[in-house]
């Protein structure tokens, strides 16, 4: 066989041309290969939030995005620790698998008219919907799962009342870390939806927990809370030194310093006066210094000792109001001198005694009375009482004198009789002292025999002259 030889230029050009025919198909192939990427999938050099989709297919891509969302580990840390762990899925959060098919279809269509053979890396920010399951949630982040690590209560800022300073102290506050529910989801979801916007699909998720989430202190050491404590002390102290002395005339009563400590309560933080005790110390006071509405032991001018059941002369103390004035007089934190707030008031006392030898007498067994002033007889007489009938004698009791008028005119629609006398002072019911010029004499038993009044008391008018110009209204009258 006759060799052939082929020059080198010769092999030079069929190789090349070997080369040129390897080049065309492996280019058409790749060509190929291209076209099928960009086709059927979202195409090359595409990324989504950083998360790398090329050569996926739009349900490919959906699927590939939501299970690196739902998987993204959330650390939950304590002082650099962390003390719990869950991805996003089990802490009710996942994306919205169809909605992102949805978007991905778009971009796929954006692309498909940018559809470049050698396209530049692409990352692409897809609209996406979160899916959020609340009572998930809050079951995840309960405060007994996070209970690995030891748990202290907060402690309220307090006054309370120190025996061995005998003083209100204030109690700092202090804060525990103790987990409340509401906040670690609200900062949870707070740090979440931060992170979802600045990064969405990448890396772990780490929320430091503290202040934000423990279980706040109800009440805090305030400037409110310290002008509070000084009030009290202020108070306390004014209790401790503070005296009322009641007056009754000359007698005196103190109310010391001894007992009404004894009354300080420093109960939960307040201090005050036991209104009980001292409601019984008033009550006690107005025991022995009342003289109205009880029974008047009285000595008549005869030396013998008459009781008055029917007693409405003298002194009541007004317990509730005399009650409201001391405890305000104890906040004053000065020494108190005074009477005692009364109902009721005479005319005078002294101690017990009402009357200081200042009154008027009447007898109406012997027919007879007697004016005194200031312990000194001024003037006695005979009278003529109401006849001893039901309806028209003389009430027995103790009375202040109403008024006194001169010259004034009885009138009784009952008995048809109108009487102008100089000297009027009635007592009670209509009933008073009066000069009586239709009565021939005096004393005796002439109010039984028909010359009886219709209930007041007659006098002689010199009598009657002189009662009238030495008593004013208030003065007591003591009739049995």
Known sequence: MKKINISRKTRNILL???????????????????????IHTLGRRVYVYGLKVSGLTEQEAARKIADTFNNRKISFQEERKEIKSVSLKELGYTLDENFLKVQLKTLKQ????????????????????????????????????FNNVERMASVDAAIR??????????????????IDNVKLQKYTDQILEKEFKENLLNGEVKIDLGIQVYRQPAEKVSVIMENRLAQMNDRLEKYRTVTVTYTF????????????????????????????????????LADQYNTMYIPRTFRTSCGTDVTIS?????????????????????????????EPVYSRTAMKRNG???????????????????????GTLVTETDIISGSPTQERETLRGAWPIAYKASPFTLTSEQYQYEIKVKYW?????????????????????????GMGSHGCINLPEDKAEVIYNTIDGGYPIIIY
């Open 16 to 38: 090349g041309l070997c080369i040129c025919t390897a080049v065309l198909m492996i280019g058409a192939g790749l060509l190929k290969y291209i076209h099928t990427i960009d």
């Open 110 to 145: 954006q692309r498909d008219q940018e559809r470049e053979l050698f396209p530049p890396r692409r990352d692409y920010r897809i609209l996406y919907r979160i899916n959020r399951e609340e009572s998930r949630e809050k079951e995840v982040l309960n405060s007994d799962n």
């Open 161 to 178: 009342y120190d025996e061995e300073k005998m003083a209100f102290i204030l109690i700092k506050d202090v804060q525990g870390n103790q």
């Open 249 to 284: 005339g000359e007698t005196r009563e103190t109310l010391d310093q001894e007992i009404i400590r004894s009354w300080i309560r420093t109960d939960n933080g307040e201090v005050s006066i036991d209104r009980q005790a001292a409601a019984s110390y008033i009550q006690n």
């Open 310 to 338: 029917n007693n409405e002369y003298g002194y009541r103390i007004d317990e509730e109001k005399e009650l409201n004035q001391l405890l305000s007089d104890l906040q004053t934190g000065t020494d108190i001198v005074r």
């Open 352 to 374: 017990k005694d009402d009357l200081e030898g200042s009154y008027i007498e009447v007898s109406l067994d012997a027919q007879h009375l007697w004016l005194y002033r200031d």
């Open 425 to 449: 002072m009635p007592f009670v019911y209509g009933q008073g002292l009066h000069d009586a010029s239709w009565q021939s004499a005096f004393g005796g038993d002439r109010y039984r025999t």
